[in-house]
């Protein structure tokens, strides 16, 4: 959210012609005898590529990924659901604005399935449209009857906790990070390879971005780090770490880790400008099908451009301002739904250094000797 013939052996043939010398005593020359040498030469393979994580870009030798449904669950982001258990294990992670502009997750789950993951929490009426084209299953927790209808009419297999059975539990207290995550509505959490079990379509999971190949670059203008502008308390800063090649993710100064204390820390971060809230989160929808403007993130750049999305059943292409697609560096990403005011005011950029040139100049400044004076 992609088998070589041999190459042709060569029969080079040398033919050398052996004359017989002639002698003295009136004998007859022999006749000349042809000798043919074969020489084949050797034949060479080309191994294929080792098998990508369709969400991801990033290899999957044991081609696990692509043999599973989505897994895709909604997680909460109240102070009170801090630190989400298995938030780090996904490979995309939509953000978007729920009633009272606070935010939620839509995490998808494919080529790492964690064995917990949660708080799980209500359905939202855009839920549907984001999934639509991925199906799999999506874990959720109740709804206002209009968001439930949608999901349970999607192209996904739907489960809330009364389906789930053992694939979701309520969390004792003594055994999550958050005290407030063994009280309701924070305490459901669900397992994952049990909720993978319930079984989807399509599989394997289309792709959702193009991404860099080898000896590709992303061109864009360099960024320190941007903060998305919701409300307070749901205010991600995405500061570029060149050393792992990530945009770190934090609330101010402090950095939003889940469970296991992993910093959250995408490889992409995409920004999607989009149409709010009709006549709320709640009862209306985000709107993820159409157009708009997109703000795209990787390798420590950022290019802007737009997103488009036809109808619901495709997936969203991201394109350039010339109209070509954005290819994004293989790895993680989150998605942040940013809707405009007054649940959203903008992105804010602070630039960073111009990158080093990548070529020697041609002409080089003649170079000057001094030669020591004479005493």
Not at 127 to 137: K, Q, R
Not at 154 to 170: C, H, I, L, P, Y
Not at 313 to 319: A, E, G, K, N, Y
Request: net charge positive; hydrophobic share 35%.
């Amino acid at each position: 959210m992609r088998l070589r013939r041999s190459a042709p052996f060569v029969l080079p043939v040398l033919i050398a012609l052996v004359a017989a010398s002639c002698g003295g005593g009136g004998s007859s020359a022999s006749k000349p005898k042809a000798t043919t040498t074969t020489t084949v030469a050797p034949t060479t393979t080309t191994a294929p590529p080792p098998p990508t994580a369709p969400l991801t870009g990033l290899p999957d030798p044991g081609n696990a990924a692509s043999q599973r449904p989505l897994l895709s669950a909604k997680i909460e982001n109240t102070p009170e659901a801090r630190p989400q258990t298995g938030l780090d294990a996904a490979d995309v992670v939509y953000e978007q604005v729920a009633e009272g502009g606070i935010t939620r997750f839509i995490a998808l789950f494919n080529s790492n399935i964690p064995d917990t993951l949660g708080p799980i929490r209500s359905t939202r009426a855009m839920d549907a449209d984001v999934i639509w084209p991925l199906g799999g299953v999506f874990a959720y927790s109740g709804g206002i009857p209009q968001s439930v209808a949608l999901i349970q009419n999607s192209t996904a297999n739907a489960v809330d906790e009364t389906a789930a059975g053992d694939a979701m539990f309520r969390a004792k207290c003594g055994t999550v990070p958050n005290p407030a995550q063994c009280r309701a509505p924070h305490n459901l959490f669900g397992r994952g390879p049990a909720l993978v079990a319930k079984g989807g379509k399509p599989v394997p999971v289309p792709a959702l971005f193009q991404y860099l190949t080898a000896g590709e670059a992303f061109n864009g203008n360099p960024v320190a780090n941007f903060t998305v502008d919701f409300i307070t308390g749901y205010r991600p800063t995405y500061t570029w770490d060149a050393a792992s090649k990530t945009w770190l993710r934090s609330y101010g100064l402090f950095p939003f880790k889940a469970a296991s204390d992993q910093q959250i820390a995408p490889a992409n971060v995409i920004v999607q400008l989009v149409g709010c809230c009709v006549p709320s989160p709640e009862a209306g929808s985000n709107v993820v099908v159409g157009s708009g403007t997109a703000l795209i993130f990787s390798d420590g750049k950022v290019v802007q451009g737009t997103w488009s999305r036809p109808t619901r059943d495709q997936i969203t292409q991201f394109l350039d301002p010339n109209g070509q697609p954005v290819k994004l560096t293989p790895g993680k990403t989150w998605v942040e739904f940013l809707p405009t005011p007054p649940f959203g005011l903008g992105t804010e950029i602070t630039p960073g250094p111009p990158a080093p040139p990548t070529t020697v100049p041609t002409t080089l400044p003649p170079t000057t000797t001094t030669k020591p004076k004479k005493k």
